[in-house]
T-cell receptor, first 113, second 117 residues
Framework: AQTVTQSQPEMSVQEAETVTLSCTYD???????LFWYKQPPSRQMILVIR??????QNATENRFSVNFQKAAKSFSLKISDSQLGDTAMYFC??????????FGEGTQLTVNP | GAVVSQHPSWVICKSGTSVKIECRSL??????MFWYRQFPKQSLMLMAT?????????EQGVEKDKFLINHASLTLSTLTVTSAHPEDSSFYIC?????????????FGPGTRLTVT
């Protein structure tokens, strides 16, 4: 079975600064996918970024980028130029065959003005 | 594209009654639909996985007779909470996958807040 661990229950950052959220996972699968989802106060799950494990290049989406270390089973999310609208709960998720997702416990990020 | 809706967004029911939550894929045919439960400040817990025309697969510890899932078409899945009790109060989220592109990606509905009084 897969496990996903987010060791930072809460984090805060000043507006316009950079913050990194940590995620580690454990699996015996070789082909899998990793995701970061954002859940704002509305509670709608929003995909932030995805990474295919077979790709060595780290995924980027505008201000969001990941540091994917496959051997270390680490998948951190970096948010640059933080904005007030980035305040949300962030979930790291693992997906393999069958499209089932395993979520981490979440990190509540607060961006301060 | 890939929009998933849920109805209702918020429902209050009395203890002992049943309540049905609908999950629809609006602009695609869903190969698989998932139902999650989320308590405040906690992560999403998978309750069951369903495919059109098949019986749902429930996660360990989830009562299949209490949480009835019907996946009657490629765009609609329903979750019925039978004989609801206050401890069933929670936020229920559905998601769906499609055949292509990105068959592994789940698209989430906006969630349904259930309050049992």
């Amino acid at each position: 079975a897969q496990t996903v661990t987010q060791s930072q229950p809460e984090m805060s950052v000043q507006e316009a600064e950079t913050v990194t959220l940590s995620c580690t996972y454990d699996t015996s699968e070789n082909n899998y996918y990793l995701f970061w989802y954002k859940q704002p106060p509305s509670r709608q799950m929003i995909l932030v970024i995805r990474q295919e494990a077979y790709k060595q290049q780290n995924a980027t989406e505008n201000r969001f980028s990941v540091n994917f270390q496959k051997a270390a089973k680490s998948f951190s999310l970096k948010i640059s130029d933080s904005q007030l609208g980035d305040t949300a709960m962030y979930f790291c998720a693992f997906g393999a065959s069958g499209s089932r997702l395993t979520f981490g416990e979440g990190t509540q990020l607060t961006v301060n003005p | 594209g890939a929009v998933v809706s849920q109805h209702p967004s918020w429902v209050i029911c009395k203890s002992g009654t049943s309540v049905k939550i609908e999950c629809r894929s609006l602009d695609f045919q869903a190969t698989t639909m998932f139902w999650y439960r989320q308590f405040p400040k906690q992560s999403l817990m998978l309750m069951a996985t369903s495919n059109e025309g098949s019986k749902a697969t429930y996660e360990q510890g989830v009562e299949k007779d209490k949480f009835l899932i019907n996946h009657a078409s490629l765009t609609l899945s329903t979750l019925t909470v039978t004989s609801a009790h206050p401890e069933d109060s929670s936020f229920y989220i559905c998601s769906a996958t499609r055949a292509s592109p990105l068959a592994y990606e789940q698209y989430f509905g906006p969630g349904t807040r259930l309050t049992v009084t």
